[in-house]
């Protein structure tokens, strides 16, 4: 029994030797002798050569007040026909959100229609004719069911042009009983 556990020690202690590996060595060693390696030299850095802004007598191209008085300056000379009359005084109504404006009703005084507006608890009455709305929107129709207004923005570009706008009858919960 002893001998036999001495035996099979034996033949584990002899697998364990490094035969194989001396044979990987060799290989690896003729493969680096005859394997070529190029390898591309690295370009040279770019040589960086700073520049000196001398802003201070220049025109800043960054500044957003130069785009804004370009487009004001633009705007006033103008001939657009949808143009508003800056001159014009502003109606009580034109200082008011058109979003913050609900129709409530119409009423009918000498054979003209006038819509009935409410602004918070206040109702205030609107006829053809009116401006309305803080983008100088002048009221073109009045119907038992809405308020026709058109309004008068600046585009993208600067250049006036003409929006349609519709305050429509709130039903009240009243009559929805």
Do not use: H
């Amino acid at each position: 029994m002893k001998r036999l556990l001495a035996l099979s020690l034996c033949s584990l202690l002899a697998a364990c030797s490094d035969s194989d590996v001396q044979e990987v060595r060799q290989w690896m060693d003729e493969t680096a002798k005859t394997t070529k390696t190029s390898v591309a030299p690295i370009a040279p850095p770019k040589t960086f050569v700073p520049f000196s802004y001398s802003g201070k007598e220049a025109i800043d191209p960054f500044n957003p007040q130069k785009l804004t008085v370009e487009l004001a300056r633009a705007a006033a000379s103008s001939k657009n026909p949808f143009k508003p009359d800056m001159e014009r005084k502003k109606e009580l109504l034109e200082s008011f959100p058109l979003d913050t404006i609900k129709m409530v009703g119409v009423i009918q005084k000498g054979g003209q229609m006038s819509a009935l507006l409410q602004i918070d608890k206040s109702i205030f009455q609107v006829r053809t004719g009116q401006y309305i709305g803080q983008n100088f929107g002048l009221v073109t129709a009045v119907s038992e069911t809405a308020v026709s207004i058109r309004e008068v923005v600046q585009d993208a570009a600067g250049e006036w042009v003409e929006r349609q706008s519709k305050l429509e009858l709130q039903e009240s919960k009243e009559t929805k009983k």
